[in-house]
T-cell receptor, first 110, second 117 residues
Framework: LAKTTQPISMDSYEGQEVNITCSHN???????ITWYQQFPSQGPRFIIQ???TKVTNEVASLFIPADRKSSTLSLPRVSLSDTAVYYC???????????FGKGTRLHILP | GAVVSQHPSWVICKSGTSVKIECRSL??????MFWYRQFPKQSLMLMAT?????????EQGVEKDKFLINHASLTLSTLTVTSAHPEDSSFYIC?????????????FGPGTRLTVL
C-alpha cells in the first residue's frame, strides 16, 4: 500500500482557493488517488478520485502530474463549512483496504 | 446513491456487556465492507475487512474474539464488541464498496459512538 504525506494543518480565509498537496512517491500503476473529507463525529465523505491529469466535479478539482507521485486537491472559494480534516489516499479498487494517514486539518477563518 | 447507514448512532453500555453495531449499504450491494475505529483527534484505524459469506480478515493487533464481525448478506455487516471495557470506548465507522460497473471507491457510514462505563 502506497504511503501518503500531507500537511498536518492549514489555515485559510473564506472566499479563498485552497490547495492541499499530497505526496505518494511509491504509488503503483493500478492505484487511484482519492480524497475524503471528515467533519467531527461523522464518517469520511468521498470528495474526488482521479488517476492522472485533472479531474473536476461540483465541489473540487484534483490535479495529478504525469509522474503521479503527488496530487493537489483544490477547493474553490472555501467557506466556514469547509473546515474539516481532508485525507489523501491511494487505492486500487473497491475491494482494496484503505489505510488512513493523519490527514490535513483545514481551518477556514472568517 | 452510495448510501451507507449505521445503527445505532450512539450507544452507552456497562463494562462487561456486549454491543452489536450494524452497517448497511442502502442502495447497492457491497461485496466488501470495512470496519474502522477512531479515537478523538486521531485518524481512522482499520480494524478488519469483511467479505460476504466468509470470515473477516483482521488487522494486526485487533482481537478477533473480542470484535466479532459477521457479513451475512451483500447489504449488511455487523460488528459485535464482546465483553466491552472502557478502553473500547471509541467512534466505530464502517465502509462499503462495490458500485457495479465502476472503478469506484468506498463509501462510509456516519459512525457509531460507543461509550463503555
Amino acid at each position: 500500500l502506497a504511503k501518503t504525506t500531507q500537511p498536518i494543518s492549514m489555515d485559510s480565509y473564506e472566499g479563498q482557493e485552497v490547495n492541499i498537496t499530497c505526496s505518494h512517491n511509491n504509488i503503483a500503476t493500478n492505484d487511484y488517488i482519492t480524497w475524503y473529507q471528515q467533519f467531527p463525529s461523522q464518517g469520511p465523505r468521498f470528495i474526488i478520485q482521479g488517476y492522472k491529469t485533472k479531474v473536476t466535479n461540483e465541489v473540487a478539482s484534483l490535479f495529478i502530474p504525469a509522474d503521479r507521485k503527488s496530487s493537489t486537491l483544490s477547493l474553490p472559494r472555501v467557506s466556514l463549512s469547509d473546515t474539516a480534516v481532508y485525507y489523501c489516499l491511494v487505492v486500487v479498487g473497491v475491494g482494496d483496504k484503505i489505510i488512513f494517514g493523519k490527514g490535513t486539518r483545514l481551518h477556514i477563518l472568517p | 446513491g452510495a448510501v451507507v447507514s449505521q445503527h445505532p448512532s450512539w450507544v452507552i453500555c456497562k463494562s462487561g456487556t456486549s454491543v452489536k453495531i450494524e452497517c448497511r449499504s442502502l442502495d447497492f450491494q457491497a461485496t466488501t465492507m470495512f470496519w474502522y475505529r477512531q479515537f478523538p483527534k486521531q485518524s481512522l484505524m482499520l480494524m478488519a475487512t469483511s467479505n460476504e459469506g466468509s470470515k473477516a480478515t483482521y488487522e494486526q493487533g485487533v482481537e478477533k474474539d473480542k470484535f466479532l464481525i459477521n457479513h451475512a448478506s451483500l447489504t449488511l455487516s455487523t460488528l459485535t464488541v464482546t465483553s466491552a471495557h472502557p478502553e473500547d470506548s471509541s467512534f466505530y465507522i464502517c465502509s462499503a464498496g462495490g458500485l457495479a460497473g465502476l472503478t469506484d471507491t468506498q463509501y462510509f457510514g456516519p459512525g457509531t459512538r460507543l461509550t463503555v462505563l
